[in-house]
């Protein structure tokens, strides 16, 4: 493993040392956490299915004096993951914490309108996509021996009815399960396993929605303590600090990054 003990700038970063995983890194959340793990030290190990926006964040990145590699693939394909993770470990040596960041969601309709392929996207991006990077990256972090610390993306719609799509609610529903699952059965074995609880961001599917349907974006913000969107790189800062030592007594847990609104929920 790496022995690199600063971040692209020079200093002492929070994830010095530390090879990371990103997904869903070509845009929006997982770019921006992308750039922020390589400031903060990490060798980053960058996955989304669009190659050239991917290969260009990752010489965006090594030419701040960053180190990262663009593996193109689609997380909802379990070899294109485990190609991924093997990438790391042949690149970088390992494999110490991972932003299980990609997602897929479409503009509201009912569900009985719903197309079968909506549904079964949403489900194979959103919770196939998840089980996939966590059932390639544990076995890496196990053999090390050094434990290591994962972050899957959830949403405000995990835990509540947003008037998200039907599809998103329960997959995002599903990832916070498999979240405390997975961080109850390997927490005694040195892996930390958490899940970041977003609002509405202004990320590159968020703004789309908003283009085709303006009212949309004073209907995300009005539950919120916050009203505004969150940036990408708000978000991308808390999977950071659960990435790193500093969170090291969190594990099983469904952290809120959104504007407050988990404070003013009437169910949950």
């Known amino acids: 493993m790496s022995q690199h003990n600063t971040g692209a700038d020079g200093r002492q970063g929070l994830l010095a040392g530390r090879v990371a995983m990103i997904t869903g890194a070509s845009s929006g959340i997982g770019a921006a956490a992308g750039r922020l793990f ?36 689609d997380v909802a394909v379990s070899d294109d ?9 042949a690149h970088f040596g390992g494999l110490d914490c991972a932003f299980n960041n990609a997602g897929y969601a479409t503009l509201e309709s009912s569900l009985h309108e719903t197309a079968d392929e909506v549904y079964e996207r949403t489900m194979d991006v959103n919770v196939r996509g998840t089980w996939n990077c966590l059932k390639h990256q544990l076995p890496v972090m196990l053999d090390s021996g050094r434990g290591g610390s994962i972050v899957n993306t959830s949403s405000t719609a995990g835990r509540y009815a947003t008037g998200a799509s039907v599809p998103y609610v329960a997959a ?30 202004r990320s590159e599917m968020i703004e789309e929605a908003v283009r085709q349907m303006p009212v949309l974006e004073q209907a995300f913000i009005a539950p919120q303590i916050q009203k505004r969107m969150a940036e990408p790189a708000e978000i991308a800062e808390a999977a950071a600090w659960l990435c790193s030592d500093r969170a090291s007594f969190v594990t099983g847990t469904a952290m809120p990054v959104d504007g407050g609104i988990s404070a003013q929920a009437k169910s949950g």
């Open 81 to 89: 993951v485990r190609r991924v993770v093997e990438a790391a470990a």
């Open 172 to 201: 995002k529903h599903a990832v916070l399960g498999m979240t405390r699952a997975a961080a109850s059965e390997y927490g005694e074995r040195g892996i930390r396993v958490n899940a970041l609880v977003v609002g509405t961001t």
């Open 38 to 73: 390589a400031a903060e030290g990490a060798a980053v190990v960058l996955m989304a299915r669009r190659t050239e926006k991917l290969s260009a964040l990752a010489e965006e990145i090594t030419e701040r004096g960053g180190r990262a590699l663009a593996v193109p693939g």
